[in-house]
């Protein structure tokens, strides 16, 4: 698990859709209720906008 | 969030308890970004903030914080200052909190320029009390008392800030939050009154009225309206128009408040002996 190159607190996750709206490779993208999933993990390039601009603390990029 | 980060915050008090996409959240974040990349001492830094949505965001800081009455932030912090200048202090204020109720505060906390970091968040309405227009709310947008639009004309705080005598004005978005870290830190380089306007977004009490989509959407307005001063200054003036500048906007150092008390202090106890 500890290759994943984000690592998500998903009980935080509020469903505002911010990180995979932002996300430039889809690599982020909203399960049936809009939380954050990891869906494809291979396509992140590690630009850390996701963690940036996520509001609740939700996301650490392993840098 | 990130290790190093963690200890700033009080990780006990997350989840916060502002609305989904609110921004608040990512300006926070920004704050404790700076405050960790700026040389300061952390037992020595206190956090000042009043009432509203951002005035919650100290809550959830790990400093000596102070969440005070609605509009006298300022007020509180001048005198937390005053009485120990060596405490590095910020006020964590909003648009309501700081232009509206604490008005009077603000522009003289600017005019003694005494050495605060005034970081104002700006979501243009009054987000916890349900949706209210306040002074920063743009002329026609809709708010729960401007049901056919706002009449009014809307505060522009850099200008303000400026005209009462603050020594370093800036201005950044949740956006930009790279950016709006870089003015926080410059903002508490200087010895003076630093202004830092965060612009923030409110998909829920502002967004959902005057229909401007989801947090996603009204963060990537807040990319698309923003353009950096240094980018400005090449523009024509038309293209800048319904645009706001981002950036540094202002910095003029000039005698602190509190030196020039401690000085006069000094002057008179020689006086007197």
């Given at each position: 698990?500890?290759?994943?190159?984000?690592?998500?607190n998903?009980k935080y996750?509020?469903?505002?859709?911010?990180?995979?709206?932002?996300?430039?490779?889809?690599?982020?993208?909203?399960?049936?209720?809009?939380?954050?999933?990891?869906?494809?993990?291979?396509?992140?390039?590690?630009?850390?906008?996701?963690e940036s601009?996520c509001p609740d603390y939700v996301i650490f990029?392993?840098? | 969030m990130r290790p190093e980060l963690q200890k700033l915050f009080r990780m006990e008090k997350l989840p916060h308890i502002w609305?989904?996409?609110?921004?608040h959240g990512i300006i926070t974040r920004a704050i404790g970004e700076a405050i960790a990349e700026?040389?300061?001492?952390l037992d020595?830094t206190?956090i000042?903030s009043?009432?509203?949505?951002?005035?919650r965001a100290p809550g959830y800081m790990n400093f000596d914080t102070?969440h005070?009455?609605?509009?006298?932030?300022?007020?509180?912090?001048?005198?937390?200052?005053?009485?120990?200048?060596?405490?590095?202090?910020f006020?964590i204020?909003?648009?309501?909190?700081?232009?509206?109720?604490?008005?009077?505060?603000?522009?003289?906390?600017?005019?003694?320029?005494?050495?605060?970091?005034?970081i104002?968040?700006?979501?243009?309405?009054?987000?916890?009390?349900?949706?209210?227009?306040?002074?920063?709310?743009?002329?026609?947008?809709?708010?729960?008392?401007?049901?056919?639009?706002?009449?009014?004309?809307?505060?522009?705080?850099?200008?303000?800030?400026?005209?009462?005598?603050?020594?370093?004005?800036?201005?950044?978005?949740?956006?930009?939050d790279?950016?709006?870290i870089?003015?926080i830190?410059?903002?508490?380089?200087?010895?003076?009154?630093?202004?830092?306007?965060?612009?923030?977004?409110?998909?829920?009490?502002?967004?959902?009225?005057?229909?401007?989509?989801?947090?996603?959407?009204?963060?990537?307005?807040?990319?698309?309206?923003?353009?950096?001063?240094?980018?400005?200054?090449?523009?024509?003036?038309?293209?800048?128009?319904?645009?706001?500048?981002?950036?540094?906007?202002?910095?003029?150092?000039?005698?602190?408040?509190?030196?020039?008390?401690?000085?006069?202090?000094?002057?008179?106890?020689?006086?007197?002996?």
């Amino acid at each position: 698990m500890s290759s994943l190159p984000l690592d998500i607190n998903y009980k935080y996750c509020k469903a505002c859709g911010i990180c995979y709206d932002l996300c430039p490779k889809k690599a982020v993208s909203g399960d049936d209720q809009g939380k954050i999933v990891l869906r494809n993990p291979q396509l992140c390039v590690k630009c850390g906008i996701c963690e940036s601009h996520c509001p609740d603390y939700v996301i650490f990029l392993r840098r | 969030m990130r290790p190093e980060l963690q200890k700033l915050f009080r990780m006990e008090k997350l989840p916060h308890i502002w609305c989904p996409g609110c921004g608040h959240g990512i300006i926070t974040r920004a704050i404790g970004e700076a405050i960790a990349e700026s040389d300061i001492n952390l037992d020595k830094t206190v956090i000042v903030s009043g009432i509203g949505c951002s005035s919650r965001a100290p809550g959830y800081m790990n400093f000596d914080t102070l969440h005070t009455l609605h509009g006298r932030a300022l007020a509180f912090a001048t005198g937390v200052k005053l009485a120990n200048p060596e405490l590095n202090v910020f006020v964590i204020t909003g648009d309501g909190d700081a232009t509206a109720i604490g008005g009077n505060h603000f522009i003289h906390a600017a005019r003694r320029n005494i050495d605060l970091n005034v970081i104002l968040f700006n979501n243009n309405i009054y987000g916890m009390t349900g949706g209210q227009y306040s002074p920063l709310t743009p002329t026609g947008k809709m708010a729960s008392t401007s049901p056919y639009g706002n009449p009014e004309n809307n505060f522009d705080i850099p200008a303000l800030a400026i005209a009462a005598g603050a020594s370093y004005v800036a201005r950044g978005t949740a956006f930009h939050d790279k950016l709006l870290i870089e003015c926080i830190k410059e903002g508490i380089k200087n010895k003076g009154f630093s202004l830092i306007e965060a612009m923030s977004m409110c998909p829920t009490s502002y967004g959902r009225r005057n229909k401007m989509g989801n947090a996603a959407d009204m963060l990537n307005d807040l990319k698309r309206i923003a353009v950096n001063i240094n980018v400005a200054k090449k523009l024509p003036p038309e293209k800048l128009e319904g645009k706001f500048l981002i950036g540094k906007l202002h910095h003029k150092p000039y005698p602190e408040f509190t030196q020039e008390y401690d000085k006069l202090i000094l002057k008179l106890q020689k006086g007197a002996e």
